[in-house]
């Protein structure tokens, strides 16, 4: 089950974090992944090596999703080299977190630019070959913050609630295409993103997760492994919520 073979996948944002998982699990399933970022390749070197640990391919490629020619000629490049392009993960995003009173303009645009535009060029890009082919799966990584707000991440709430709209809209635009388009909403997840909040704002969010733990990038992988499957072909236009019971 769940098997992804001879299937391309781009992810963005692999390099590390929870897109490092993301390239990992897919490519452990038989998908080739291009891990896209704007890292140095040092960065996304472990995701090589656990990919291949896991006994399977994944290649790096770097690219700043927020320019629109180079997202172009990046996914040009992947469907020339590897023949196809089946999957497209979004999972590249930036958080800069800061009371409504201190939101500088710059952040707005520096933030949407990432979370939101980034995302729309990928899904531009990727999207004639998955119209040709008449199948195509693509994921979009929004958060909890999204439906339950989250005091301090005005930008990043409204960013990513972007992701939702843009997944639905995305889901009916390209149906009849045979693409299915939904979005992975995770919650309190273990990664450099979160790592860095002071202990309180730690204590604060594990305190809102009924089951008690904070989650694991592995959790956020099975959910997008799963919506990149053949068993969800009849899934379009959904949040699957990876949050531990934070927001039901
Ligand atoms: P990380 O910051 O650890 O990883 C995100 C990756 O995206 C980084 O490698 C980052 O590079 C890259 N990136 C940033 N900007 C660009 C760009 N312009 N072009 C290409 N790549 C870029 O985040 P997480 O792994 O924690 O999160 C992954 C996704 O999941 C994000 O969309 C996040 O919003 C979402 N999410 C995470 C949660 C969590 O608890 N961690 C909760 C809910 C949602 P760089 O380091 O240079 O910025």
Redesign the pocket.
């Known amino acids: 089950m769940f098997r992804l073979d001879d299937r391309v996948a781009i992810v ?2 692999g ?5 490092r998982s993301l390239c990992v699990t897919l490519a452990s399933q038989g998908a080739r992944v291009v891990a ?4 140095d390749e040092d960065v996304g070197h472990g995701t090589v090596v656990e990919a291949k640990d896991a006994g399977g391919q994944v290649e790096l490629l770097r ?4 320019n629109e020619d180079a997202v172009f000629e990046a996914f040009e490049g992947v469907k020339k080299r590897l023949g196809r392009l089946d999957i497209l993960v979004n ?5 800069r977190d800061m009371l409504l009173m201190r939101v500088s303009a710059e952040d707005i645009e520096k933030t949407f630019a ?2 939101v535009t ?1 995302a729309i060029y990928c899904a531009k890009a990727a999207i004639r070959p998955m119209m040709r082919a008449k199948s195509g799966r693509i994921v979009n ?1 929004t ?2 913050v999204a439906e339950l707000g989250n005091p301090g991440q005005v930008v990043y709430g409204a960013s ?1 609630a972007g992701l939702i709209g843009l997944t639905k809209t995305l889901a009916r635009e390209y149906a009849s295409r045979g693409v299915t388009v939904n979005a992975v909403g ?4 273990d ?4 790592r860095n909040l002071p202990e309180e704002a730690k204590d604060f969010m594990l305190a809102q997760v009924p089951l008690g733990r904070i989650g694991q990038p592995q959790d956020v992988a099975n959910a997008v492994l799963f919506l990149c499957s053949d068993e969800a072909s009849y899934i379009t236009g959904q949040v699957l919520r990876v949050n531990g019971g934070m927001y039901v």
């Open positions: 963005t944002g390099f590390r974090g929870i897109g896209v970022d704007v890292l690219c700043d999703v927020t999972n590249a995003g930036i958080a990432v979370n980034g990584l958060s909890v990513k995770p919650g309190y997840i990664t450099d993103m979160t």
